[in-house]
């Protein structure tokens, strides 16, 4: 089912110069009309699979994949919980290479910030874990049980540094990590759509899939 052609109509006045007269009406899709996975869903993480969105995937490859059908897209997008989707998914690596390119110009090497390595005593004890952002200075002191010695690890030997590039390559891949809808409740999840999709009963009310009206500031039954 396509997104699109699931959504209500609303009959709106012609606007079109060749119009008959001016109780014209056209037929326009009801883009107003969102809707979102229920709040009781939502809490249950049963529901979904953790996936990972392969490099160069669109939505709707990936509702291929899953439900064998590109056209539902759009649950893919809606359960993730993505808004904007052309912030919120993933590029490839050419497409997120040309964007920070384009944000950061000659810059695009320049270090934005440090962080740590990875640091072990002798005995393999995590002393200091990867990825604490620190300053160019920082060092760390432990003592070793098995050189019974004290150790003092700084500069490159305890802080590697990130560029802007490797900043933003970072941030996109974090978005390939999104929450699915497993398929045994695909089917649930489109009824709820299409019962969220019919109008109730108002003045402006025709049919379940239409209701007229004569501006874009029509409230929702």
């Given amino acids: 089912m396509s997104y699109f052609r699931e959504l209500p109509n609303l009959k709106y006045p012609s606007f079109l110069k060749d119009k008959n007269s001016s109780l014209e009406y056209v037929d326009v899709k ?11 869903l939502q809490n249950i993480m049963t529901v979904f699979d953790k996936y990972e969105i392969p490099i160069g995937h669109r939505p709707d490859n990936v509702a291929e994949d899953l439900y064998g059908s590109a056209e539902l897209d759009w649950v893919v997008i809606t359960c993730s919980g993505i808004i904007n989707i052309r912030d919120e998914w993933p590029l490839d690596s050419s ?3 040309t964007y920070a390119e384009n944000k950061y110009g000659l810059n ?3 270090l934005r910030y440090y962080e740590t390595k ?3 005593d002798s005995e393999g004890h995590l002393i200091l874990p990867k990825g604490k952002r620190v300053n160019a200075d920082f060092s ?6 098995v050189l019974s010695t004290y150790q003092t690890k700084s500069g490159t030997n305890v802080v590697t540094g990130i560029s802007n590039y490797v900043h933003e390559t970072r941030l996109n ?3 390939r990590f999104i929450f699915v809808l497993k398929e045994e409740f695909l089917q649930e999840f489109i009824n709820d759509f299409r019962d969220i999709m019919i109008y109730g009963k108002s003045s402006q009310f025709i049919d379940d899939k239409t209701i007229q009206t004569e501006n874009l500031n029509i409230s929702m039954p």
């Fill in 30 to 40: 009801n883009f107003f009309r969102r809707v979102k996975l229920r709040e009781d």
């Fill in 95 to 97: 497409e997120i290479y």
């Fill in 108 to 110: 695009l090497n320049d």
């Fill in 118 to 120: 990875e640091i072990r």
């Fill in 140 to 145: 760390v002191k432990y003592y070793d049980n």
């Fill in 173 to 175: 891949d974090d978005k």
